[in-house]
Nanobody
Framework: QVQLVESGGGSVQAGASLSLSCVGS????????MGWFRQVPGKAREFVAAIGRNGDTIRYADSVKGRFIVSRDNTVNTGYLVMNSLKSEDTGVYYC??????????????????WGQGTQVTVSS
């Protein structure tokens, strides 16, 4: 079955960096876009970044543009999210997602079928 396994979350001070990884299995990793979302309690899941199948199309939320970098390595079925200059408002559970999607870089959660388990990112000011 399809699995997305995330790693790399943690607790850091504002201004620090963190890197998240998402390893996919059970589907054509290189045939599907990958999205990153985050969620805090009581709020809807929020789009962070998305990368197309070959990595040639990328989209960021305005709130992370210039600070976060999304990438992927299809040879090892892994997506990455490097988060720099972290702010307290970046705190949340971060999820990677994928699915049989036609759109290059979908930005709404409903476009994705498969989700990782989530990893907590906590940024203290």
């Amino acid at each position: 079955q399809v699995q997305l396994v995330e790693s790399g979350g943690g607790s850091v001070q504002a201004g620090a960096s963190l890197s998240l990884s998402c390893v996919g299995s059970g589907y054509g990793f290189g045939l599907s876009p990958m999205g990153w979302f985050r969620q805090v309690p009581g709020k809807a899941r929020e789009f962070v970044a998305a990368i197309g199948r070959n990595g040639d199309t990328i989209r960021y939320a305005d709130s992370v543009k210039g600070r976060f970098i999304v990438s992927r390595d299809n040879t090892v079925n892994t997506g990455y999210l490097v988060m720099n200059s972290l702010k307290s408002e970046d705190t949340g559970v971060y999820y990677c997602a994928t699915g049989p999607i036609i759109t290059a870089t979908p930005v709404i959660p409903e476009d994705y079928l498969y989700w990782g388990q989530g990893t907590q990112v906590t940024v203290s000011s």
